[in-house]
């Protein structure tokens, strides 16, 4: 059986304590080495144990402190190696999962896909889908899927409907424009005339009046010495 150095340290002080008490038995029961006083040889083999003790002492002593050296070095490097082994185990434990594991092959990865609503076919997916019933809750006034072409469409025949009404009212506001400044042109034009009338007749009426002033001064000069019912006056 293996003896641990505290095992040998019991043992001989055991062996110590054996030896002494036979000694002790020698000197008091034989009566012929039994004296009285001091013995000195007793005292002298006492210290000569003593230092044995001491020795045997800081002998296991040191040789319990290299066994705990040793030890020590040989934990660490069964903990080194432990942890080798834990850090190799691991990373092939990581490059399984990474090459025969991956997520989207799981099984429950559908539980938490990130684009899984992505995935997911919509409640709807055409007006007259069969899935959407009236419990549905899926179709109502209004919210059919084509209602933004439709919206789109409805804007832009609005904007071609304003775009109709502001060319029309343009036209309309031309034309006015244009039957004013006729109106006005031809009220001008009448202006004109007229003024062109009133100036030709007072022209007239000036020639008329210097024929009628000659025809009377050469009626004066031509008349005989009474007067003659024939004079003209204007």
């Not at 999962?97 to 099984?107: A, D, G, H, L």
């Not at 069969?130 to 179709?139: F, H, I, M, N």
Request: aromatic share 6%.
């Amino acid at each position: 059986m293996l003896m641990l150095p505290k095992d040998f340290k019991e043992a001989a002080a055991i062996e110590r304590r054996r030896r002494f008490e036979e000694d002790r038995k020698c000197r008091i029961f034989n009566a012929r080495k039994r004296i009285l006083g001091v013995d000195e040889d007793t005292l002298k083999r006492q210290i000569e144990e003593r230092k044995l003790k001491e020795e045997e002492e800081q002998r296991l002593n040191e040789a319990f402190e290299q066994q705990r050296i040793r030890d020590a070095q040989l934990a660490t490097l069964l903990e080194r190696k432990i942890e080798e082994d834990k850090r190799r185990m691991n990373s092939e434990i990581n490059t399984f999962r990474t090459v025969y594991q991956k997520p989207e092959n799981r099984r429950e990865f559908d539980l938490y896909d990130p684009d899984r609503l992505k995935k997911d076919i919509p409640c709807r997916l055409a007006d007259d889908d069969p899935r959407c019933g009236l419990s549905s809750a899926q179709k109502f006034e209004g919210e059919d899927l084509s209602s933004k072409e439709r919206l789109k469409t409805q804007v832009e025949q609005q904007r071609a409907w304003l775009e109709q009404q502001m060319a029309e009212r343009k036209a309309a506001e031309n034309e006015r424009k244009s039957a004013e400044e006729a109106y006005q042109a031809a009220l001008v034009a009448r202006d004109k005339r007229a003024c062109d009338l009133d100036r030709m007749e007072q022209e007239t009426r000036r020639r008329l009046n210097e024929a009628t002033l000659r025809f009377n001064k050469a009626l004066v000069s031509h008349k005989p010495s009474s007067p003659t019912p024939n004079t003209l006056t204007v």
